[in-house]
């Protein structure tokens, strides 16, 4: 398995553009997450699924951010429209329950830069 | 509310000095704490859990309900060692996990 793969790595969009970020877990995990990482606010959760169910939405910053899961290989993150304060390394990564709590598998990020 | 406080955004340690990552959390439950690392160019990934109660690379981390801490050690540091750490948290049964700001730790030469 190639791990939990992510696209694109690099993203640059200017401010008022939708951004789509993508993520494919590994097969057979059944909780997906997604976070994003600032130097000021460190990893912040924003949503996770369990079997493509979202269950906590609390950390999605405002409803310009969406998050869907329409089957359990792949999930987009939606920003529209994007914001320069939106600049951040965003994370996927799953896990399985039967492996124990904490062991996340991440991928490598999408860099997301809103001009 | 679950919190995770890395109170170190950076921390420098010379090669063969003893390395600690201080970590607290609040948490009103039964927590359940880790350690990610996240080296340059390569994935976030686990270093520890406090419920395995092992050591990893030479790092280790003591639960302390008291002092609710999760502190990362090594006796010698390496250079290999230089990265970035994340602390993180899960309530016992939940499977929600949230990380801290992170500590960038720089060993020098």
């Known amino acids: 398995d190639a791990g939990v793969i992510q696209s694109p790595r690099h993203e640059v969009t200017e401010m008022g553009q939708e951004v789509t970020l993508r993520c494919k877990p590994i097969?057979?995990?059944?909780?997906l997450f997604w976070y994003r990482q600032t130097m000021m606010r460190g990893l912040e959760l924003l949503i996770y699924?369990?079997?493509?169910?979202?269950?906590?939405d609390s950390g999605m910053p405002e409803d310009r951010f969406s998050a869907k899961m329409p089957n359990a290989s792949f999930s987009t993150l939606k920003i529209q429209p994007s914001e320069p304060r939106d600049s951040a390394v965003y994370f996927c990564?799953?896990?399985?329950?039967?492996?124990?709590?904490?062991?996340?598998?991440f991928g490598s990020g999408t860099q997301l830069s809103v001009l | 509310a679950q919190r995770v406080t890395q109170p170190e955004k950076l921390l420098s340690v010379f090669k063969g000095a003893p390395v600690e990552l201080k970590c607290n959390y609040s948490?009103?439950?039964?927590?359940?704490l880790f350690w990610y690392v996240q080296y340059s160019r390569q994935r976030l990934q686990l270093l520890l859990r406090?419920?395995s109660r092992e050591s990893i690379k030479g790092f280790t981390a003591d639960l302390n309900k008291g002092e609710t801490s999760f502190h990362l050690k090594k006796p010698f540091a390496q250079e290999e060692d230089s990265a970035m750490y994340y602390c993180?948290?899960?309530?016992?049964?939940?499977?929600?996990?949230?990380f801290g700001k992170g500590t960038r730790l720089h060993i020098l030469p």
């Open positions: 948490y009103s439950g039964s927590p359940e």
């Open positions: 699924f369990n079997n493509n169910v979202p269950i906590d």
């Open positions: 406090h419920i």
């Open positions: 097969s057979g995990h059944d909780y």
């Open positions: 990564a799953s896990s399985l329950k039967g492996q124990g709590t904490g062991l996340l598998f």
């Open positions: 993180a948290l899960s309530g016992f049964g939940d499977d929600k996990i949230i």
